[in-house]
């Protein structure tokens, strides 16, 4: 939900857009009686469950084994000159990023800018980071843009919750960004209007029996190379068992679970044709207000919340919305920006059907699955100035996690999940996710705790 992959690629992304109700992820207090760990309990929790909230239906899109590159930009192709698509999904260069969802909004506001006819009247459907780029892009000329929103709020799945006891907007959504690397050229360029960030750029790798070196990436350099060689696509996982690495040593399993939290999913589902982006070993984290920046860039734009689109029937002569209300509503073409999970569920009717090659598209690609807990303390129990955690061996569930506290001064710490251990995280209750990432905390107590 949003967390960056790879060098080159900013941050997960994300869009929404649904037509059903449903609940969005909102902080919860630390519940009453709390679960007893070693772990001190924190002050404050809050957590994301984009996996069981219709208006995602996961986080972030992935391609899965056998499918080419080229279906993700099939999937954005205009149909008839009256839908257009984008999203994550659609970007074939940086697909489940910031960077994509927002690239995908302004090329397809290029495609109108060179189609429609003065004062046409264009539909956004989704208020997420793709369908902000298409209203902030064709803010200045004469088209009538309306966005409709399915949820109450806009964003999408970059999610920013503010609360009066916290310090910084709590993100439930896509914030994490690359970062440099220590070998590297420098921080990737900022983007343009991204709200405030701050740097991540120290790891620390703990084994039960304390701290081991930081794990590269390079075996899944080595995996994907061999892969691309072969005459047939297949996993990531398998490619690094082909290549001589154990995906289940303890530090490639570290790695493999960091990746997920990129990606989205894990590597036995993963192409290795076609890979993410790896994961960038320093990151920057979102910690402005997201949902401002979605909202100034629809500050021209006619914004509906609330108003799930249920069907989409089109022809030579235009596009029929209904709504969830029942209410029908006509446009020259309609932009659809929801997630590749919403289309995959056929709760959006399309009359005719999309073209075969659309529907092979969505059908192809996969909807993965990242989450977050956010922990607030009053206090630190922790010792180490290290900004992003990775556990090696044991069971803890989460096994990534980033320290706020060296960065913005704030004792925050936030669990990341990936791939289908957080597809199982999201479908807990409070108390018991709460209790698992307490306990997923035990490797890093101090000394002074401890003792």
């Known amino acids: ?168 907007p709590i993100q439930l959504g896509g914030w994490l960004l690359p970062g440099s690397e220590p070998e590297g050229d420098g921080p990737v360029r900022e983007e343009a209007g991204l709200p405030e960030t701050a740097d991540l750029a120290s790891a620390l790798w703990r084994s039960p029996d304390g701290d081991i070196e930081p794990v590269g990436n390079a075996p899944l350099d080595a995996a994907v190379a061999a892969a691309q060689a072969l005459p047939t696509d297949i996993s990531l996982a398998e490619a690094l068992d082909d290549t001589g690495s154990d995906p289940e040593d303890p530090a490639l399993a570290a790695l493999l ?45 006619q914004v509906t919340l609330a108003s799930p689109v249920t069907r989409i029937a089109y022809d030579d002569a235009g596009v029929s919305l209904r709504l969830g209300t029942g209410e029908s509503t006509s446009f020259d073409r309609v932009v659809i920006t929801v997630p590749l999970g919403v289309l995959q569920s056929g709760r959006i009717d399309f009359s005719p059907p999309l073209p075969f090659s659309h529907r092979g598209a969505i059908n192809a690609l996969g909807m993965g699955h990242i989450e977050t807990i956010w922990l607030r303390y009053d206090e630190p129990f922790w010792d180490t100035e290290a900004t992003i955690w990775h556990t090696v061996g044991g069971d803890q ?20 999940l990936g791939g289908q251990t957080a597809e199982q995280f999201a479908e807990l209750e409070e108390d018991e996710a709460l209790l698992e990432a307490l306990t997923s905390l035990t490797p890093f107590l101090s000394s002074a705790v401890n003792g």
């Open 257 to 301: 679970t960091y990746l997920a939290t990129t990606a989205g999913a894990d590597a036995e589902v993963l192409s290795a044709w076609f890979p993410p982006a790896l994961p960038s070993a320093a990151r920057r984290a979102v910690i402005g207000d997201f949902d401002a920046m979605v909202t100034e860039m629809l500050a021209d734009a």
């Open 1 to 168: 939900m949003l967390i960056g992959a790879g060098a080159g690629a900013l941050g997960v992304l994300l869009v929404s857009c649904t037509p059903e109700p449903g609940p969005t992820p909102t902080p919860t207090r630390t519940p009453t009686p709390l679960p007893t760990t070693a772990v001190p309990a924190p002050a404050a929790s809050a957590r994301s469950a984009w996996a069981t909230d219709p208006f995602s239906r996961g986080a972030v899109s992935y391609t899965r084994i056998g499918v080419q590159a080229t279906t993700r930009k099939t999937l954005g192709e205009p149909i008839e000159g009256r839908l257009y698509f984008a999203g994550e999904a659609t970007d074939a260069d940086n697909p489940a990023t910031i960077r994509g969802a927002i690239h995908s909004g302004e090329s397809v506001a290029m495609r109108l800018r060179a189609t429609a006819g003065s004062g046409e009247r264009i539909a956004v459907i989704g208020a997420g980071l793709a369908g902000a780029a298409v209203a902030a892009s064709l803010a200045d000329t004469d088209l009538e843009i309306t966005v409709l929103e399915a949820r109450d709020r806009v964003g999408g799945r970059v999610q920013s919750q503010l609360d009066d006891e916290w310090p910084l």
């Open 397 to 416: 569930s989460v096994r990534t996690w980033i320290n706020l506290l060296p960065a913005t001064g704030e004792s925050i710490l936030v669990g990341i």
